[in-house]
Protein backbone atom coordinates (compact mmCIF):
# COMPACT_ATOMS: atom_id res chain seq x y z
CA UNK A 1 0.00 0.00 0.00
CA UNK A 2 0.87 3.56 -1.00
CA UNK A 3 -0.15 6.24 1.85
CA UNK A 4 -1.38 9.69 0.35
CA UNK A 5 0.68 11.24 3.66
CA UNK A 6 3.65 10.14 6.06
CA UNK A 7 3.84 12.47 8.96
CA UNK A 8 7.12 11.79 11.53
CA UNK A 9 7.11 13.11 15.05
CA UNK A 10 4.65 12.81 17.37
CA UNK A 11 5.14 16.14 19.02
CA UNK A 12 2.76 19.48 18.49
CA UNK A 13 3.86 20.20 15.39
CA UNK A 14 3.80 16.75 13.56
CA UNK A 15 0.21 15.96 15.44
CA UNK A 16 -1.01 19.40 13.96
CA UNK A 17 0.20 18.76 10.46
CA UNK A 18 -0.96 15.16 10.32
CA UNK A 19 -4.97 16.35 11.76
CA UNK A 20 -4.64 19.23 9.32
CA UNK A 21 -4.17 17.08 6.22
CA UNK A 22 -6.47 15.28 6.87
CA UNK A 23 -8.51 18.09 7.35
CA UNK A 24 -8.18 19.35 4.19
CA UNK A 25 -8.15 15.81 2.30
CA UNK A 26 -10.34 13.57 3.92
CA UNK A 27 -11.04 10.04 3.06
CA UNK A 28 -6.85 10.38 2.13
CA UNK A 29 -4.47 7.92 3.88
CA UNK A 30 -2.08 9.36 6.16
CA UNK A 31 0.42 7.19 8.81
CA UNK A 32 2.31 9.60 11.93
CA UNK A 33 5.11 7.60 12.37
CA UNK A 34 6.59 8.60 16.22
CA UNK A 35 9.54 6.56 17.19
CA UNK A 36 8.48 6.95 21.31
CA UNK A 37 6.04 4.67 23.17
CA UNK A 38 3.91 7.63 23.44
CA UNK A 39 2.52 11.29 21.97
CA UNK A 40 4.39 14.83 23.49
CA UNK A 41 7.03 12.87 25.00
CA UNK A 42 9.93 15.46 24.18
CA UNK A 43 10.05 19.28 23.91
CA UNK A 44 6.37 19.21 24.10
CA UNK A 45 5.75 17.49 27.22
CA UNK A 46 8.65 19.17 28.83
CA UNK A 47 7.65 23.12 27.92
CA UNK A 48 6.46 25.59 30.25
CA UNK A 49 2.84 24.48 29.51
CA UNK A 50 2.00 28.28 28.72
CA UNK A 51 -0.42 29.06 25.72
CA UNK A 52 1.55 32.31 24.56
CA UNK A 53 -1.07 35.53 23.65
CA UNK A 54 1.96 36.80 20.47
CA UNK A 55 2.98 39.74 21.71
CA UNK A 56 7.07 39.00 21.16
CA UNK A 57 7.40 38.58 17.50
CA UNK A 58 8.25 41.11 14.43
CA UNK A 59 4.92 42.45 13.39
CA UNK A 60 3.68 41.33 10.05
CA UNK A 61 5.69 38.29 10.23
CA UNK A 62 4.45 34.43 9.91
CA UNK A 63 5.91 33.77 13.41
CA UNK A 64 3.37 36.36 15.07
CA UNK A 65 0.48 35.49 13.31
CA UNK A 66 1.06 31.75 13.59
CA UNK A 67 1.00 32.28 17.60
CA UNK A 68 -2.01 34.73 17.73
CA UNK A 69 -4.13 32.64 15.81
CA UNK A 70 -2.63 29.44 16.80
CA UNK A 71 -3.40 30.65 21.09
CA UNK A 72 -7.16 31.14 19.88
CA UNK A 73 -7.29 27.47 17.62
CA UNK A 74 -5.71 25.76 21.00
CA UNK A 75 -8.05 27.36 23.41
CA UNK A 76 -10.97 26.65 21.08
CA UNK A 77 -9.57 22.97 20.52
CA UNK A 78 -9.47 22.39 24.06
CA UNK A 79 -13.24 23.65 24.57
CA UNK A 80 -13.97 21.35 22.09
CA UNK A 81 -12.30 17.82 23.34
CA UNK A 82 -12.35 18.69 26.84
CA UNK A 83 -9.47 19.72 27.95
CA UNK A 84 -8.86 21.86 31.01
CA UNK A 85 -7.01 25.49 30.25
CA UNK A 86 -7.01 28.57 32.44
CA UNK A 87 -6.73 32.06 30.40
CA UNK A 88 -4.90 33.17 33.78
CA UNK A 89 -3.47 36.40 31.94
CA UNK A 90 0.32 37.63 32.38
CA UNK A 91 2.54 40.02 34.10
CA UNK A 92 5.29 41.20 31.97
CA UNK A 93 7.79 43.26 34.96
CA UNK A 94 10.25 45.91 34.36
CA UNK A 95 12.78 46.14 37.26
CA UNK A 96 14.85 49.22 36.18
CA UNK A 97 15.11 51.86 33.39
CA UNK A 98 16.36 49.77 30.57
CA UNK A 99 13.61 47.28 31.36
CA UNK A 100 10.88 49.88 31.34
CA UNK A 101 12.26 51.10 27.86
CA UNK A 102 12.32 47.85 26.23
CA UNK A 103 8.70 47.09 28.40
CA UNK A 104 7.29 50.19 26.07
CA UNK A 105 8.89 49.08 22.89
CA UNK A 106 6.81 45.38 23.48
CA UNK A 107 4.03 47.39 24.28
CA UNK A 108 3.90 48.69 20.99
CA UNK A 109 4.91 46.06 19.24
CA UNK A 110 1.77 43.95 21.31
CA UNK A 111 -0.77 46.49 19.77
CA UNK A 112 1.04 46.36 15.99
CA UNK A 113 0.36 42.22 16.49
CA UNK A 114 -3.15 43.44 17.25
CA UNK A 115 -2.73 41.37 20.85
CA UNK A 116 -4.91 42.85 23.89
CA UNK A 117 -2.46 44.78 26.14
CA UNK A 118 -2.58 46.51 29.32
CA UNK A 119 0.14 49.05 30.76
CA UNK A 120 -0.12 49.47 34.69
CA UNK A 121 2.02 51.24 37.33
CA UNK A 122 4.31 50.20 40.33
CA UNK A 123 0.74 50.46 42.13
CA UNK A 124 -1.35 48.76 40.21
CA UNK A 125 1.28 45.96 39.86
CA UNK A 126 1.08 45.58 43.84
CA UNK A 127 -2.56 45.58 43.77
CA UNK A 128 -2.83 42.66 41.55
CA UNK A 129 0.32 41.00 42.53
CA UNK A 130 1.09 41.67 46.22
CA UNK A 131 4.44 39.51 45.82
CA UNK A 132 5.72 41.14 43.15
CA UNK A 133 7.98 44.33 43.22
CA UNK A 134 8.20 46.10 39.90
CA UNK A 135 8.52 49.86 38.14
CA UNK A 136 5.81 48.64 36.26
CA UNK A 137 4.57 45.92 33.83
CA UNK A 138 2.35 45.08 30.87
CA UNK A 139 -0.68 42.97 31.26
CA UNK A 140 -1.38 40.49 28.86
CA UNK A 141 -4.66 39.01 29.40
CA UNK A 142 -5.45 36.57 26.65
CA UNK A 143 -2.42 34.46 27.77
CA UNK A 144 -3.19 30.92 29.24
CA UNK A 145 -1.85 27.48 30.65
CA UNK A 146 -2.50 24.10 29.67
CA UNK A 147 -1.27 20.43 29.78
CA UNK A 148 0.07 19.97 25.79
CA UNK A 149 0.75 16.20 26.45
CA UNK A 150 -3.44 16.03 27.42
CA UNK A 151 -3.69 18.19 23.78
CA UNK A 152 -1.41 15.78 21.77
CA UNK A 153 -3.44 13.03 22.86
CA UNK A 154 -6.63 14.48 22.09
CA UNK A 155 -4.97 15.03 18.87
CA UNK A 156 -3.86 11.69 18.64
CA UNK A 157 -7.38 10.63 18.85
CA UNK A 158 -8.89 13.29 16.35
CA UNK A 159 -5.90 11.39 13.40
CA UNK A 160 -7.57 8.02 14.27
CA UNK A 161 -11.10 9.00 13.76
CA UNK A 162 -10.44 10.45 10.89
CA UNK A 163 -8.70 7.04 9.66
CA UNK A 164 -5.21 8.11 10.31
CA UNK A 165 -2.82 5.31 11.66
CA UNK A 166 -0.68 6.28 14.75
CA UNK A 167 2.22 4.14 13.93
CA UNK A 168 4.23 4.33 17.58
CA UNK A 169 7.49 2.83 18.58
CA UNK A 170 8.56 3.44 14.65
CA UNK A 171 12.16 5.01 15.17
CA UNK A 172 12.61 6.19 11.17
CA UNK A 173 16.26 4.38 10.36
CA UNK A 174 16.02 5.28 6.81
CA UNK A 175 14.52 7.77 4.10
CA UNK A 176 14.75 6.96 0.35
CA UNK A 177 12.94 8.88 -2.05
CA UNK A 178 12.31 8.50 -5.93
CA UNK A 179 10.33 10.33 -8.45
CA UNK A 180 7.53 8.54 -8.03
CA UNK A 181 7.25 7.97 -4.08
CA UNK A 182 8.84 8.50 -0.39
CA UNK A 183 10.23 5.13 1.21
CA UNK A 184 10.48 5.15 4.73
CA UNK A 185 11.92 2.40 7.12
CA UNK A 186 11.90 1.61 10.69
CA UNK A 187 14.14 -1.35 11.04
CA UNK A 188 12.87 -4.24 8.80
CA UNK A 189 9.63 -2.32 8.36
CA UNK A 190 9.11 -0.53 5.46
CA UNK A 191 6.18 2.49 4.19
CA UNK A 192 5.82 3.85 1.02
CA UNK A 193 4.55 7.58 0.31
CA UNK A 194 3.21 9.93 -1.99
CA UNK A 195 4.32 13.03 0.43
CA UNK A 196 6.81 12.82 3.08
CA UNK A 197 6.59 15.66 6.10
CA UNK A 198 9.04 15.33 8.78
CA UNK A 199 8.94 17.00 12.35
CA UNK A 200 11.40 15.53 14.26
CA UNK A 201 11.86 18.26 16.47
CA UNK A 202 15.62 17.90 18.21
CA UNK A 203 16.47 15.12 15.89
CA UNK A 204 15.31 17.02 12.37
CA UNK A 205 18.81 17.73 11.05
CA UNK A 206 19.63 13.77 11.17
CA UNK A 207 15.96 13.09 9.64
CA UNK A 208 17.36 15.61 6.89
CA UNK A 209 20.25 14.28 6.48
CA UNK A 210 19.22 10.77 6.52
CA UNK A 211 16.44 11.97 3.20
CA UNK A 212 19.39 12.94 1.37
CA UNK A 213 19.14 16.92 1.88
CA UNK A 214 22.23 19.04 2.06
CA UNK A 215 21.65 21.36 5.14
CA UNK A 216 24.44 23.13 6.55
CA UNK A 217 22.29 23.74 10.03
CA UNK A 218 22.58 21.41 13.26
CA UNK A 219 20.76 20.66 16.49
CA UNK A 220 22.89 21.78 19.84
CA UNK A 221 20.81 21.01 22.84
CA UNK A 222 19.59 23.54 25.57
CA UNK A 223 18.32 22.72 28.72
CA UNK A 224 15.72 24.53 30.34
CA UNK A 225 15.95 24.21 34.58
CA UNK A 226 13.17 24.67 36.58
CA UNK A 227 12.62 24.48 40.30
CA UNK A 228 9.15 23.59 41.51
CA UNK A 229 7.93 25.55 44.81
CA UNK A 230 6.44 23.99 47.19
CA UNK A 231 2.35 23.09 47.56
CA UNK A 232 2.23 26.14 50.23
CA UNK A 233 3.53 28.52 47.90
CA UNK A 234 0.41 27.81 44.82
CA UNK A 235 -0.73 31.11 45.95
CA UNK A 236 1.95 33.38 45.38
CA UNK A 237 0.60 34.44 42.49
CA UNK A 238 -2.39 34.64 40.26
CA UNK A 239 -0.95 35.86 37.14
CA UNK A 240 2.62 34.15 35.31
CA UNK A 241 4.83 36.50 36.01
CA UNK A 242 7.69 37.65 33.37
CA UNK A 243 10.66 39.45 33.38
CA UNK A 244 11.24 42.05 30.42
CA UNK A 245 12.84 40.03 27.55
CA UNK A 246 16.31 40.97 26.57
CA UNK A 247 15.64 41.65 22.78
CA UNK A 248 19.18 40.34 21.58
CA UNK A 249 18.59 36.82 23.21
CA UNK A 250 16.53 34.11 21.93
CA UNK A 251 14.82 33.19 25.81
CA UNK A 252 12.21 34.88 27.38
CA UNK A 253 13.62 34.74 30.81
CA UNK A 254 13.16 33.41 34.46
CA UNK A 255 9.43 33.20 34.86
CA UNK A 256 7.06 31.71 37.63
CA UNK A 257 4.56 29.75 36.14
CA UNK A 258 1.57 28.84 37.22
CA UNK A 259 1.13 24.75 36.32
CA UNK A 260 -2.48 23.98 35.38
CA UNK A 261 -2.09 20.76 37.83
CA UNK A 262 -2.30 24.21 40.51
CA UNK A 263 1.39 24.00 41.42
CA UNK A 264 4.19 26.88 40.62
CA UNK A 265 7.48 26.21 38.75
CA UNK A 266 10.25 28.50 38.58
CA UNK A 267 12.73 28.67 35.33
CA UNK A 268 13.88 28.08 32.74
CA UNK A 269 17.29 29.21 32.35
CA UNK A 270 18.97 28.13 29.20
CA UNK A 271 22.43 25.49 29.83
CA UNK A 272 24.30 23.61 27.24
CA UNK A 273 22.93 20.42 27.56
CA UNK A 274 24.54 16.82 27.04
CA UNK A 275 22.30 15.23 25.01
CA UNK A 276 19.81 15.91 23.07
CA UNK A 277 16.36 14.02 25.01
CA UNK A 278 17.93 14.25 28.53
CA UNK A 279 15.87 16.40 30.68
CA UNK A 280 17.84 14.99 33.82
CA UNK A 281 20.42 17.10 35.01
CA UNK A 282 23.13 14.46 35.15
CA UNK A 283 21.66 12.99 31.32
CA UNK A 284 24.92 12.68 28.78
CA UNK A 285 24.68 11.38 24.89
CA UNK A 286 28.34 10.77 24.22
CA UNK A 287 26.89 10.69 19.91
CA UNK A 288 25.63 14.54 20.83
CA UNK A 289 28.34 15.87 22.65
CA UNK A 290 30.84 15.10 19.96
CA UNK A 291 28.63 15.99 17.13
CA UNK A 292 28.04 19.24 18.59
CA UNK A 293 31.76 20.00 19.38
CA UNK A 294 33.08 18.76 16.20
CA UNK A 295 30.50 21.74 14.53
CA UNK A 296 32.07 24.75 13.82
CA UNK A 297 28.55 26.82 14.32
CA UNK A 298 28.77 25.69 17.75
CA UNK A 299 32.13 27.42 18.67
CA UNK A 300 30.54 30.47 16.94
CA UNK A 301 27.79 30.46 19.01
CA UNK A 302 29.66 30.26 22.36
CA UNK A 303 32.11 32.83 21.79
CA UNK A 304 29.22 35.35 20.42
CA UNK A 305 27.22 34.69 23.92
CA UNK A 306 29.99 33.74 26.48
CA UNK A 307 28.42 36.87 28.31
CA UNK A 308 25.03 35.35 28.65
CA UNK A 309 25.97 31.68 28.96
CA UNK A 310 28.17 32.41 32.45
CA UNK A 311 24.57 34.46 33.27
CA UNK A 312 22.82 31.25 32.52
CA UNK A 313 24.88 28.76 34.05
CA UNK A 314 24.54 30.91 37.40
CA UNK A 315 20.95 31.34 36.84
C1 LIG B 1 12.34 25.06 28.06
C2 LIG B 1 11.27 25.27 27.02
C3 LIG B 1 10.04 25.84 27.41
C4 LIG B 1 9.05 26.05 26.45
N1 LIG B 1 7.84 26.57 26.84
C5 LIG B 1 6.84 26.70 25.94
C6 LIG B 1 5.56 27.12 26.34
O1 LIG B 1 5.31 27.36 27.52
N2 LIG B 1 4.60 27.26 25.38
C7 LIG B 1 4.84 26.97 24.06
O2 LIG B 1 3.93 27.12 23.22
N3 LIG B 1 6.07 26.53 23.65
C8 LIG B 1 7.05 26.38 24.55
N4 LIG B 1 8.26 25.90 24.14
C9 LIG B 1 8.44 25.53 22.74
C10 LIG B 1 7.67 24.24 22.38
O3 LIG B 1 7.75 23.29 23.43
C11 LIG B 1 8.23 23.63 21.10
O4 LIG B 1 8.25 24.62 20.09
C12 LIG B 1 7.37 22.47 20.58
O5 LIG B 1 7.10 21.53 21.61
C13 LIG B 1 8.08 21.77 19.43
O6 LIG B 1 7.27 20.69 19.01
P1 LIG B 1 7.80 19.65 17.95
O7 LIG B 1 6.66 18.77 17.58
O8 LIG B 1 8.51 20.39 16.86
O9 LIG B 1 8.97 18.84 18.71
P2 LIG B 1 8.90 17.65 19.76
O10 LIG B 1 7.84 17.83 20.76
O11 LIG B 1 10.29 17.46 20.28
O12 LIG B 1 8.49 16.42 18.85
C14 LIG B 1 9.35 15.81 17.92
C15 LIG B 1 8.96 14.34 17.86
O13 LIG B 1 9.69 13.71 16.82
C16 LIG B 1 9.99 12.40 17.26
N5 LIG B 1 11.12 11.87 16.49
C17 LIG B 1 12.38 12.37 16.45
N6 LIG B 1 13.16 11.59 15.67
C18 LIG B 1 12.38 10.59 15.21
C19 LIG B 1 12.61 9.48 14.37
N7 LIG B 1 13.84 9.19 13.83
N8 LIG B 1 11.58 8.64 14.11
C20 LIG B 1 10.32 8.86 14.62
N9 LIG B 1 10.07 9.91 15.43
C21 LIG B 1 11.06 10.77 15.72
C22 LIG B 1 10.34 12.59 18.74
O14 LIG B 1 10.29 11.38 19.48
C23 LIG B 1 9.31 13.61 19.17
O15 LIG B 1 8.14 13.02 19.71
C24 LIG B 1 9.28 25.69 25.09
C25 LIG B 1 10.49 25.11 24.72
C26 LIG B 1 11.47 24.91 25.67
C27 LIG B 1 12.77 24.27 25.23
Not at 94 to 109: C, K, P, Q, S, W
Request: proline letters at 5%; hydrophobic letters at 40%.
Amino acid sequence: MIHDHIVVGGGIVGLATGMTLLERNPGSSLALLEKESGLGLHQTGHNSGVIHAGIYYTPGSLKAELCRVGAAATKEFCTEHGIPFETCGKLIVATNDLEVGRMNALYDRSIANNVEVERIDAAELKRREPEISGLGALFVPSTGIVDYELVCQAMGRVIQQAGGALELNSPVTAIRESAAEVEVRSGERVWRTRRLIVCGGLQSDRLARMAGLPIEHQIVPFRGEYYRLPPSKNRIVSHLIYPVPDPELPFLGVHLTRMIDGGVTVGPNAVLGFAREGYRKGSITARDVVEYARFPGFWRTVLKNRRSAMTEMRN
